[in-house]
């Protein structure tokens, strides 16, 4: 069981998301950074899929009532696992190693605990977050997953539809889930993953001919920053103003993680996990899959510029 002391600015539970529901108006929601949340599943030895916790910036506290095998990836934030000796030996049997930074180059604290790295937390341990040094949301994985109740087949808080686990709270209690017949820990390190440029790539389409000759250019041409709205749901970008070659709005379409949507301001919008599953907005482009996470990670006040080549 993990008792949570303090969510920080925004913490929900989440897996790989409801997926085939959108026909009946239901998003798909799911880890914004589906590969941190992946990584983060296979260095405790859970199926990539299981449910963990998606932090937003850091400074979270948790408590753990039984002690359990975790690990954290995604954005990386100072970690301290409080008191200092509850946390056990690294993964595999090796000393714990204290202070600093290891050898791959991520922060570790005494007994081990870091990013991408396996470590115990002992019963009635505090695990505690820093704000990360970039990227917005770290992702924490316990072995056995967190074995909140399933709705519509997943764990997932989807903050657009409401369905799934409210986001988290102080004293909200966690259940995690039987670890008896998981394989054994067999990763003990996970290359660091370093801040990327923010170049994401733009597939154009399928509604870039409401636009203007020349709106894809413009879209790639220069910076866009991050806006202070941005969320679960999608990314929010002020810049260069993309103009239109048509009034009114499209019928209500399909959408997809990706999509850069252009609203009558002008100003696009990038569809992050909790998206609607429709839309009447024209899409000028859609991100390339493998930039999605890139997209997960920006911050508000972020520059970040478009390409359209490989």
Avoid: K
């Amino acid at each position: 069981m993990i008792e949570v002391l303090s969510p920080g600015p925004y913490a929900t539970v989440q897996d790989l998301g409801r997926h085939g529901y959108a026909h009946l108006g239901v998003p798909s929601s799911g880890a914004a950074d589906a590969e941190s949340l992946r990584l983060a599943n296979r260095l405790v030895g859970n199926p990539e899929g299981a449910a963990g916790i998606e932090l937003t910036f850091g400074l979270a506290a948790l408590r753990f009532r039984t002690g359990a095998w975790i690990a954290l990836t995604g954005a990386p934030c100072p970690v301290d696992v409080h008191p200092a000796a509850a946390a056990g030996q690294a993964a595999g049997g090796r000393a714990a190693r204290a202070g600093g930074l290891g050898g791959s180059g991520w922060p570790v604290s005494v007994g081990g605990a870091g990013m991408g790295v396996p470590f115990w937390v002992a019963a009635g341990a505090e695990l505690r977050l820093g704000r990360p040094t970039w990227g917005l949301r770290t992702y924490l994985a316990v072995r056995g997953g967190v074995a909140v109740e399933p709705v519509l087949g997943s764990r997932s808080t989807d903050s657009l539809s409401g369905l799934g686990p409210e986001p988290l709270r102080s004293g909200a209690l966690l259940p995690v889930g039987d670890v008896r017949a998981l394989p054994p820990i067999t990763v003990d390190l996970a290359p660091p993953r370093d801040a990327r440029p923010a170049v994401l790539r733009v597939l154009p389409g399928p509604r870039d001919d409401w636009f203007v000759p020349g709106a894809l250019a413009d879209l790639c041409a220069g910076p866009y920053q991050v806006s202070q709205d941005s969320n679960r749901v999608g990314v929010r970008l002020s810049g260069r103003e993309l103009a239109r070659a048509r009034g009114g709005e499209l019928p209500s379409e399909g959408m997809v993680a990706g999509a850069v949507q252009v609203p009558p301001s002008g100003q696009p919008i990038i569809f992050l996990a909790d998206h609607p599953p429709t839309g009447g907005y024209p899409v000028i482009g859609v991100l390339a899959t493998a930039n999605l996470p890139i997209a997960a990670q920006l911050r508000p006040g972020d520059e970040i510029r478009f390409t359209t080549r490989h």
